[in-house]
């Protein structure tokens, strides 16, 4: 087996109602590999712009930008190599946790409680996604009853 | 010019410089064929399905040249349509679909015939458009006309939901195309190619792998006079055939999976492949890690994505064949020493004299790879073959006497049974001096027969000679070879009179069991200038060989099949 490894991709693409499932379905129909995907408008452009995280041998990531490039709405592919990459995640804690622990926590990963409910509170957190995965573990001793990550967007450096 | 959407539809045909249409009118493309009823710029062919109706544009497409058009409504005529969609996209045959669609304030209620068809159609096309406001139709119809035709052809669809056809807005067609995020690649990197050059001109056993991108960018003529300049040798792959003329001393043969042994060995020691407009299909490969393992490989072709996608690139050339071999030639004529290659030829020659393709005759029974060479020897050059699906299309690759290119018309990578009598029929219309010959199976000719009454009603006479094994044949020759000889589902012992089927509609019928009896059949029917079937009695067990067996090396073919 060729060696797989971990790719984010950036996808511009004109902003059109179809074009989300286009790419959704040249992923499945291709049997390619999505982590995560995220997608939203260019801000005053008519262009979107989609962060796939992907894995693969070279060979597959090589014909996934490709394929990607041949849809007719697709402008641009990037194929990311020196990046910054960002991820977000939210967590729904019970409020019978140490509010404390649970803040200190949240600072070391960029993160703050946005609500506080009576029986809940949620805190956001916002870093590389490998950093999310730490926090993620790092928080289940507080029982979360949800979580939820955002997929990550990247840009180049 | 303020009209309705339907009648924009016609105009935009007449811009386009369509002839004809084939389809099949319902429910929700009524506006439309109400326009079509009104107008004499174009003809209108009623298959009589509407699997044919796309068959028959690919047919036109493939001989002609042009954009083939094709018109549904929605809903099943919608799903009758798509068999021929996916075949013209895995063909890369550039064809337009309209379709109608139930209106757009019915859309997502499961109203009446509807269907997502642009869902269902994305994954097997090249582009598709659900229109949303007539004002949108004129550039949208462009477009797909641009699409289909540049590029790697393809299939685009545009779906027309019943409202919008009949919503009046401004038509003006004179804008050119501008797609910004659309832009193929026509020239090859001039670096690139005088590297590639340079590599052929080192190399002792080079061989042009010619592929049916080079019919699509009319480039065989190019091609038959790179290879005689260069006198580089050449195979071909299914979709190819008619590249180079069958008596040219350079063309080895078809490759693949029943290519002949000459075209897999050369493929197997060739030093320097050529590939054309070929894409690595696994038919020609087989076992990609022994595929061509000597050789450094040079690979030009339109679409960015095919290169290096099967088989890794060393000179990856991306851009329209034609032009990429016109820029070749000059520098081939400067670099490559055409003298250099005699041993090659000579080792080609000793494959082929070998292992050629051949048949044995043998019983009572007529051999379905002589009705082939037989048609090919009264016909030649006159005859456009189209074929369906299996045993009898391999034999007709393999033992037709191709001369040019567009004369092939054949489902290669969809395999679609039921293709061959609607793609003849399209043949025929874009080719009327001709004779459009369907060489079929007892098993494909069923799956479209009805367009029997197309053929009578519209004056289409294609003849279709039906090679009778009472088998689904090629199915049955892998369980012969593969399963054992348990020929489950395969018996097609139980037939229709074909004879009197074809009087039935208003064609001609004939049964052949001799010679003497097909070449009288074939004349007659000639003379008749009607449909007809010629159903000719063939040996029942004939196995197509030489074959690799799938995921085998080209090397290792079995050349014959002895009873055990
Ligand atoms: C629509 C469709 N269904 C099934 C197949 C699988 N298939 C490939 S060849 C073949 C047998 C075709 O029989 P016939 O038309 O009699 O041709 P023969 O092989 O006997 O020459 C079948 C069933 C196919 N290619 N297309
Ligand atoms: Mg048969």
């Given at each position: 087996m060729e060696q797989t490894e971990r790719r984010v991709i950036s996808v511009i693409v004109m902003n059109e109602a179809s074009v989300l499932s286009r790419i959704a379905g040249l992923f499945s129909g291709r049997g390619y590999n999505i982590e995560s995907l995220t997608v939203a408008p260019i801000p005053d452009s008519k262009y979107s712009r989609l962060t796939i995280v992907t894995s693969g041998s070279v060979r597959v990531i090589e014909q996934i930008t490709k394929q990607l490039h041949k849809l007719i709405p697709v402008l641009k592919v990037y194929e990311h190599a020196d990046l910054v990459e960002t991820e977000m995640a939210l967590v729904k804690i019970p409020m019978s946790e140490s509010?404390?622990?649970?803040?200190?926590?949240?600072?070391?990963?960029?993160?703050?409680?946005?609500?506080?409910?009576s029986d809940t509170m949620i805190v956001t957190v916002s870093d590389e996604p490998s950093r999310i995965n730490h926090f993620l573990e790092a928080i289940k001793r507080f029982h979360p009853k949800e979580i939820v990550r955002s997929g990550s967007v990247a840009l180049e450096r | 010019?303020?009209?309705?959407?339907?009648?924009?539809?016609?105009?935009?045909?007449?811009?386009?410089?369509?002839?004809?249409?084939?389809?099949?009118?319902?429910?929700?493309?009524?506006?439309?064929?109400?326009?079509?009823?009104?107008?004499?710029?174009?003809?209108?062919?009623?298959?009589?399905?509407?699997?044919?109706?796309?068959?028959?544009?690919?047919?036109?497409?493939?001989?002609?040249?042009?954009?083939?058009?094709?018109?549904?409504?929605?809903?099943?005529?919608?799903?009758?349509?798509?068999?021929?969609?996916?075949?013209?996209?895995?063909?890369?045959?550039?064809?337009?679909?309209?379709?109608?669609?139930?209106?757009?304030?019915?859309?997502?209620?499961?109203?009446?015939?509807?269907?997502?068809?642009?869902g269902i159609s994305r994954p097997c096309t090249k582009h598709n458009y659900l229109v949303?406001?007539?004002?949108?139709?004129?550039?949208?119809?462009?477009?797909?006309?641009?699409i289909a035709r540049t590029g790697r052809p393809g299939p685009v669809h545009v779906d027309i939901p019943k409202d919008v056809t009949a919503q009046i807005a401004t038509f003006d067609y004179s804008k050119e195309v501008d797609l910004e995020t659309y832009k193929p690649t026509t020239k090859g990197n001039t670096r690139q190619i005088k590297k590639a050059i340079?590599?052929?001109?080192?190399?002792?056993?080079?061989?042009?792998?010619?592929?049916?991108?080079?019919?699509?960018?009319?480039?065989?003529?190019?091609?038959r006079?790179?290879?005689?300049?260069?006198?580089?040798?050449?195979?071909?792959t299914f979709m190819a055939r008619g590249t180079l003329r069958y008596d040219d001393p350079l063309l080895i043969s078809m490759l693949g999976m029943h290519g002949s042994y000459a075209a897999n060995m050369a493929m197997s020691e060739t030093d320097m492949v050529i590939a054309l407009g070929a894409r690595f299909d696994d038919r020609v490969t087989g076992k990609l890690s022994e595929f061509a393992k000597n050789a450094q490989i040079i690979h030009v072709d339109i679409d960015p994505a095919s290169v290096s996608k099967l088989v890794h690139a060393h000179y990856p050339i991306v851009g329209d064949v034609k032009n990429v071999v016109e820029q070749m030639i000059p520098l081939a004529k400067e670099q490559i020493d055409p003298a250099r290659y005699t041993q090659w030829h000579n080792t080609i020659a000793n494959?082929?004299?070998?292992?050629?393709?051949?048949?044995?005759?043998?019983?009572?029974?007529?051999?379905?790879?002589?009705?082939?060479?037989?048609?090919?020897?009264?016909?030649?050059?006159?005859?456009n073959i189209s074929t369906d699906v299996g045993q009898h299309q391999m034999w007709t690759a393999q033992f037709y006497p191709f001369t040019r290119p567009r004369q092939w018309v054949s489902s290669g990578g969809l395999g679609t049974m039921g293709f061959g009598f609607p793609a003849a029929l399209g043949?025929?219309?874009?080719?009327?001096?001709?004779?459009?010959?369907?060489?079929?199976?007892?098993?494909?000719?069923?799956?479209?027969?009805?367009?029997?009454?197309?053929?009578?009603?519209?004056?289409?006479?294609?003849?279709?000679?039906?090679?009778?094994?009472?088998?689904?044949?090629?199915?049955?020759?892998?369980?012969?070879?593969?399963?054992?000889?348990?020929?489950?589902?395969?018996?097609?012992?139980?037939?229709?009179?074909?004879?009197?089927?074809?009087?039935?509609?208003?064609?001609?019928?004939?049964?052949?069991?001799?010679?003497?009896?097909?070449?009288?059949?074939?004349?007659?029917?000639?003379?008749?200038?009607?449909?007809?079937i010629i159903d000719v009695a063939v040996n029942r067990f004939e196995n197509v060989l030489p074959?690799?067996?799938?995921?085998?090396?080209?090397?290792?073919?079995?050349?014959?099949?002895?009873?055990?």
């Open positions: 509010l404390g622990d649970i803040e200190a926590l949240t600072h070391a990963y960029n993160g703050r409680i946005v609500n506080v409910g | 010019m303020q009209i309705s959407g339907a009648q924009m539809v016609i105009e935009a045909l007449i811009a386009e410089e369509v002839e004809v249409v084939f389809g099949y009118p319902g429910g929700a493309i009524m506006n439309v064929y109400d326009e079509i009823y009104k107008q004499r710029s174009f003809q209108h062919i009623l298959t009589r399905h509407e699997q044919a109706a796309v068959h028959a544009a690919e047919g036109y497409a493939k001989a002609s040249g042009k954009v083939g058009v094709a018109m549904i409504t929605s809903g099943p005529g919608f799903t009758n349509g798509v068999t021929g969609l996916a075949d013209a996209y895995m063909d890369s045959i550039p064809l337009v679909l309209i379709s109608g669609q139930v209106p757009m304030s019915l859309i997502g209620t499961d109203a009446f015939q509807e269907i997502d068809a642009v949303t406001d007539a004002a949108d139709l004129p550039r949208i119809l462009k477009e797909a006309f641009y340079e590599a052929i001109a080192g190399s002792k056993r080079p061989l042009l792998y010619i592929g049916g991108g080079v019919i699509n960018s009319n480039a065989a003529e190019l091609v006079e790179f290879s005689k300049m260069t006198q580089i040798p050449a195979v071909e494959f082929n004299k070998l292992h050629p393709l051949s048949y044995k005759e043998e019983g009572d029974r007529l051999k379905p790879q002589w009705v082939v060479e037989r048609i090919g020897q009264l016909l030649g050059d006159d005859a043949v025929k219309r874009a080719d009327m001096e001709r004779v459009s010959i369907n060489i079929t199976g007892d098993g494909s000719i069923l799956m479209n027969i009805q367009e029997l009454m197309t053929a009578v009603e519209f004056k289409l006479p294609v003849i279709n000679v039906i090679l009778n094994n009472n088998f689904l044949g090629m199915v049955r020759q892998w369980q012969t070879l593969f399963y054992d000889k348990r020929h489950s589902q395969t018996d097609l012992s139980i037939q229709p009179d074909f004879v009197k089927l074809a009087d039935a509609f208003g064609g001609v019928g004939y049964r052949v069991t001799t010679k003497e009896e097909f070449d009288a059949a074939l004349k007659d029917a000639i003379e008749k200038n009607v449909v007809a074959m690799v067996p799938a995921g085998g090396s080209l090397f290792n073919m079995m050349l014959e099949y002895k009873e055990k």
